[in-house]
């Protein structure tokens, strides 16, 4: 998604607290997506450890890591991150390592574990939480839906002006790259030129540019019937009323987009803030956070199957996910060079 990560950040520079503060006996405080916010999630944790939880939503790595930076050191015990961004996470030295054997890792579908970015010189610093696509989100009642099938012509004339963007250049871009056979780990400065001409044509046939909830409202409400770099996350929570919103993988492939959770290395409650990450990976977690009031997506764990019915799983689409995955890409991964050429582009795109 994400990434995901275009959530809304609160207006307000306090925490947003959910359950009950006068019964705690202690706080914990997160940085997390919207996902993480619906009490379903956050209050069977914190009755269980008698906690009250402080969760600040936020859009971006970069406002995660500024809101890190100018905060006291121990202001934060928990943060959810963009998997891609893992890195930058501990190349800042802001995640602690996290103990491996406590981790039900061996339970997760394996294209997610995600070793290469959730750990560094053998120390874990973090888990994948749940995953999802970046894709192709429509209205099945108002688009051809064998032309949703083909990147070739999910943006052909035919749709003029009936397309919403997914605002986030880095899934965006990816798709482009697989509309021209590129796949998303080979993009480099070479590629952009044809990603440009394949982002060119589809900002001409878009009518916006949008973040989750505008891209949601635009679907839902018939301004548009496309929406490039949705997926199962975009119309999920809105199929049960409108099940004619869905989402495919086209033949060309998506990009797949990871979240994941750590403890901060500064956080003076490392033991209650470890317990937390644990409650979120764990199958029980895992079926809350996959069904979330704010977005869906796949949980990590596949043993959280067990907890969700059989609606939720058609919803999912749980018994597509082998196919699935074999069929999609990992979000670009740029270099900071090349990370400042895409943004540029991107930039340039969106002003036509």
Not at 120 to 133: C, L, N, Q
Not at 168 to 185: H, R
Request: net charge negative; aromatic share 8%; hydrophobic share 45%.
């Amino acid at each position: 998604m994400t990434s995901k990560t275009a959530f809304c950040l609160l207006g307000s520079t306090a925490l947003a607290t959910l359950g009950s503060a006068a019964a705690a006996q202690d706080e914990l405080n997160a940085l997390v997506w919207c996902d993480h916010t619906d009490p379903a999630l956050i209050e069977p944790f914190e009755e269980a450890h008698d906690v009250t939880v402080n969760l600040r939503e936020y859009e971006g790595t970069g406002a995660a890591l500024a809101t890190l930076e100018q905060s006291r050191p121990g202001d934060w015990d928990v943060l959810v991150i963009d998997g891609i961004d893992v890195f930058r996470a501990i190349d800042a030295g802001i995640l602690a390592p996290l103990p491996a054997d406590e981790l039900p890792t061996d339970d997760f579908f394996p294209e997610v574990v995600m070793e290469d970015n959730n750990s560094r010189d053998g120390e874990i610093y973090a888990v994948t939480e749940k995953f999802g696509y970046n894709t192709i989100s429509y209205n099945s009642e108002a688009v051809d839906e064998a032309d949703m099938q083909s990147l070739s012509t999910v943006w052909s004339e035919k749709y003029d002006g009936r397309i919403s963007i997914y605002d986030y250049y880095l899934p965006v871009m990816g798709i482009a790259a697989l509309a021209e056979g590129i796949d998303t780990a080979a993009i480099d400065a070479d590629a952009l030129g044809p990603i440009g001409d394949t982002l060119s044509a589809m900002r001409g046939r878009a009518a916006s540019v949008a973040g989750v909830v505008a891209a949601q409202t635009a679907l839902a409400t018939g301004e548009v019937d496309i929406v490039v770099g949705g997926g199962e996350w975009l119309t999920a929570v809105l199929a049960e009323e409108q099940p004619a919103l869905t989402w495919t993988i086209p033949e060309e492939g998506a990009v797949r987009w990871t979240q994941s959770i750590g403890v901060l290395a500064d956080s003076e409650k490392p033991d209650l803030a470890l317990e937390f990450v644990k409650y979120i990976v764990s199958p029980e977690g895992q079926a809350r956070l996959a069904t979330s009031s704010c977005f869906w997506g796949m949980p990590a764990n596949a043993g959280a199957g067990e907890f969700l019915d059989d609606d939720q799983k058609a919803r999912l689409r749980w018994d597509d996910q082998e196919d699935y995955l074999a069929a999609t890409q990992l979000y670009p991964a740029p270099d900071t060079d090349l990370d400042i050429e895409m943004q540029d582009l991107w930039l340039n795109t969106l002003q036509q």
